[in-house]
């Protein structure tokens, strides 16, 4: 299978089971090999009283972006660690993109860089850093051995 | 005012606001100068589909409770980054407890260990290190010089 | 074996062999389970030209204390990773001492916490955390089945 | 002056300084606005009874990219923070590329993220992020009102 499809399988397969992404109206987009982008608006539910957004939100946005684009190989890969920098606040009603992309692949790890930003202007919200471990399960599990494939 | 005292009301006047901890159900605890608890169970719509937590929601609470106990000194502390590691899954229902406590103060900025356990049996879910700056705003605001004071 | 003397007994193998760390002059003490004390002068090679210890140097001493103190198990352990905080110069003819203990172990995983103070006052100069992952292979290897026995 | 040019007079002003860079062979290359690149050799003194690097050298080159990278605009900037993966061991013998490129700046703070590679084949041997904080003293100082100007 061609990997760009491989990849946008597996996004489809992670999304269809992300309860907590869908719930929050997170889109995933510009899914290949190593990368993904995850699209949200900063909703009332997210913000504080001076309807700035709660940092864990932005960094939920930061992980999904992570966890989709290390997932694109078909090999069940999870976070096991991250930093973030909160580089200036997100507010109420902003509409959020985080892109992903691969740095550096070893043995079962990888390490991803995330650049949150605001769409309206491009402007960084955020820089996130991921480390993902892979273990030995596919994504597509039995989709791959089924309908799908 | 005595320490302990101050960093009660700040934490007051920080969950009144904080409209995102309220509407997660996250509770703040055992607040004192530089350190704080917060507890939140893993919900439904934190989980993804084989009822494991998202992890922005374990980071969220992780920084809710640096968060609480950076601004324990009444004056404003925002987060300006924060390293995160996975140690273990939370899952559906499980009840998490994050607690805070401060490793250093140097200039306007502080570090904080968060460490997240589920509370049935103190296992470790995260490791959380948060990097706070601190602003030329007091938490208690007009408060202090009206009503509360 | 007794856990102290175990300890003791794999930081006396791995400071045999590290010759960087001999080099520098650094001591190692105070190593027990999970923990470990590094000592080291801030000499002229280490400075730039304002007698500022390079931060290199800094980290490398941190290093040290955590290398020591999570090998302390006779079971070979590698730094995957790790975080430092700068928190003000050390100067040239300062004594430094890091102090490594352990947080968190999980499967093959460890983290550490090492704070350099400055022996003189202990005022910190750094805050450093630490990843280890540990292989199949033991620290006392020969040794073991040999004369040190 | 341009640009590129004051980068590189800021990096030679700065490295006339660096004893400790020197000391150690560290060459300065690619210097322009917000990168930089730091080339050593691993000697001897550089490595444990395996001939393999300290990894503490290995951050040392790493910093090193980071200083020269972040100081290229005539405002001192101080390493802050570091966070670092150690990705494969070097060796004695190996030559060792850092290469440090600006991820994002914002007010007085820059982030910059660092490769560090063995030249003979450009395989990974660490992944490197540094937080620069910028003070209000230029890099050329006298230099740009004397001699040098």
């Known amino acids: 299978m061609d990997a760009e499809v491989l990849a946008r ?7 269809e089971r992300d309860r907590a992404s869908q719930r929050l109206g997170i889109e ?14 900063v909703t009332a539910e997210m913000v504080n009283g001076h309807d700035i957004a709660h ?3 932005v960094f939920l946005l930061a992980d999904d972006a992570f966890a989709f684009a290390c997932n694109t190989y078909d090999q069940v ?9 909160f ?4 507010r109420l009603g902003d509409e959020l993109v985080a892109e992903a992309a691969e740095r550096t ?9 995330v650049t949150v930003r605001r769409a ?3 402007a960084v919200i955020a ?20 309908r799908v494939r």
Chains 1, 2, 3, 4 share one sequence.
């Open 77 to 85: 890969t999870v976070a096991a660690a991250a930093e973030v920098v």
């Open 28 to 41: 995933i987009e510009d899914v290949g090999p190593g990368r993904a982008s995850a699209r949200m608006r």
């Open 87 to 90: 580089v200036r606040p997100a």
């Open 120 to 122: 309206a202007d491009g």
């Open 55 to 57: 940092g864990g939100y």
């Open 105 to 113: 692949r070893y043995g079962r790890n990888g390490i991803y860089d």
């Open 127 to 146: 820089e996130f850093r991921g480390h993902g471990r892979s273990q030995d399960r596919r994504v597509l599990g039995d989709q791959i051995s089924g």
């Open 9 to 15: 399988r597996c996004a489809a397969v992670m999304y």
